[in-house]
């Protein structure tokens, strides 16, 4: 059968990239990126030395099951338990911008899908208001195995595999970002176990196959029994045949995550020197993106995409200063942005400088300072990044060359 990988890709404004792109007036306008000076990659981060001893007992324990006088727990239960726990992935390559789910191992360890990480040349970890950058330290592209250390620690709730399988007809739940979306939360129902199935051309075994509304942008994502433990990885779905989605059996994750987690084998990008436009041709050496130019980029898609979805939470984490949550949603709830052209990036000193042109909708009250009736503006901004957690996020925000906005044009 015919499986498509339950991930999403989305254009970076640098390059142009197959599968699910993001559309619609309400998303990033694809764009166009002139490099006007070199900027330098961003630095990898040592990871913390004590994660690796404490990973192995953390992946691998059972939950423990309820006392018998205490009533069964439920999966609702257990979404509100584990919640912190679920990350969202924002993992630039040389084609796009892909996006998918993991679940917290340890505080420095991330489970997730391969085809979410693989050929990542930055990955950004999502955790509330948090952005971090992560590097994989094991990969299994035949399993559809990943394992991911962060540059710094998360605070979430830690996952445990289950130690046991499930049953057919067994109540799951799938927790994940669909879409890049919110944080969703999907019941179903087991329908099968060691499914097999050929995904992009590999073919695989043990799946487990259950019938949770889960679609792109959910790969990696657990799928948690009532207790909470972890019995799947979110991996794929037939086309066209609602109601079949496969997961990886935490029978075949578990033993390729502790033995990363031990031993680990990091897996260091390379480079995008056979980066093509989007007419298919190779790009001159003068326009290929270095890391920090793609990471540059990914900061400014992930914070329009999140202010235009709603998603005010994953906007904030793109900011290198802790803002007020509050504060922050109160200003751009009304807001859509629209025609974003990342115009160029250039390195300033310590930073980087991404001049962004863009169109922002907004309800009257809610305009730019001077303003405030003003329901259509036209910007011209300079979005000045700096590096915090091992990634460029956004510091400040100044004019570009002359006023930072004017009212929309007529017509």
Not at 55 to 77: E, I
Request: charged share 15%.
């Amino acid at each position: 059968m015919r499986v498509r990988r339950v991930c999403v890709l989305g254009a970076t404004g640098l390059l142009v990239a197959g599968c699910s792109p993001l559309g619609g007036d309400a998303e990033v306008a694809a764009a166009t990126v002139t490099v006007t000076a070199p900027a330098p990659s961003a630095p990898s981060s040592s990871p913390a030395s004590s994660s690796r001893a404490t990973a192995s007992s953390s992946t691998s324990s059972s939950a423990p099951a309820p006392s018998s006088s205490a009533p069964p727990p439920t999966l609702q239960q257990a979404f509100e338990r584990v919640r912190s726990g679920v990350v969202r992935f924002e993992v630039a390559t040389c084609d796009g911008n892909a996006i998918g789910s993991g679940f917290e191992l340890s505080p420095t360890l991330v489970a997730t899908a391969a085809h979410v990480v693989d050929g990542g040349q930055v990955i950004r970890i999502i955790q509330g208001t948090t952005s971090t950058a992560g590097t994989v330290i094991g990969i299994d592209p035949g399993a559809d195995v990943a394992l991911v250390r962060t540059a710094t620690q998360l605070t979430g709730h830690p996952f445990t595999f289950a130690g046991t399988s499930p049953a057919v007809g067994d109540q799951v739940a799938a927790i994940g970002f669909p879409m890049g979306d919110p944080l969703s939360y999907n019941t179903g129902t087991v329908n099968g176990l060691g499914r097999k199935a050929v995904v992009d051309g590999l073919p695989r075994h043990d799946l487990l196959e259950m019938d949770a509304a889960v679609t792109h942008g959910s790969s990696g994502g657990p799928v948690i029994r009532p207790d909470g433990a972890v019995v799947g990885l979110v991996d794929a779905g037939p086309d066209g045949e609602a109601g079949r989605r496969l997961a990886v059996s935490s029978a075949t994750a578990r033993p390729l995550v502790d033995g990363w987690a031990q031993s680990p084998q990091p897996v260091l990008p390379g480079d995008c020197a056979e980066a093509v436009d989007e007419a298919g041709d190779p790009l001159p050496p003068g326009d290929v993106p270095t890391r920090a130019d793609l990471q540059a980029v990914t900061t400014l898609d992930v914070y329009f995409r999140a202010v235009n979805g709603g998603d005010f939470t994953t906007a904030v984490a793109q900011l290198a200063h802790p803002v007020d949550l509050e504060t922050f949603t109160e200003g751009v709830t009304s807001t859509q942005d629209v025609d974003i052209t990342y115009r160029s990036v250039a390195q300033e000193g310590e930073d980087l400088v991404v001049w962004a042109t863009f169109t922002s909708h907004q309800d009257a009250g809610r305009g730019p300072a001077g303003r405030p009736q003003e329901t259509c503006t036209d910007w011209s901004l300079d979005y000045v990044l700096a590096q915090r957690n091992g990634l460029w996020l956004i510091d400040a925000t100044r004019p570009h060359d002359g006023p930072a906005s004017a009212p929309c044009a007529a017509g």
